[in-house]
């Protein structure tokens, strides 16, 4: 990252150049792996609701839309 600084009295701004390497076999990997896992029964839901917790099937599915709309974007480059 390379970055260049400038002042101007009390202004101090700094332009920087960051580059992101995306690796889509790495998301689809992940995404497959999200979409093995089986829905909760409705009795597991509860369960962990009861003790104050989301079940983390639907932290993961969340993420499977992240990477399914990061994939969409990015694969038509």
């Known amino acids: 990252m390379s970055e260049k600084i400038t002042r101007d009295g009390d202004i101090i701004t700094i332009k920087s150049e960051v580059t992101k390497a995306i690796d889509l ?6 995404l497959a792996s ?9 009795q597991e839901v509860l ?4 003790d104050g917790f989301v079940h983390p099937y639907y932290e993961d599915m969340r993420r499977a839309k992240e990477i399914r709309e990061e ?6 480059i």
Do not use: F, N, T
């Open 47 to 50: 369960s962990w609701a009861k």
């Open 34 to 42: 999200y979409e093995q896992q089986v829905e909760p029964s409705d």
């Open 71 to 76: 994939l969409e974007k990015w694969q038509s």
């Open 25 to 30: 076999s790495e998301l689809r990997a992940e």
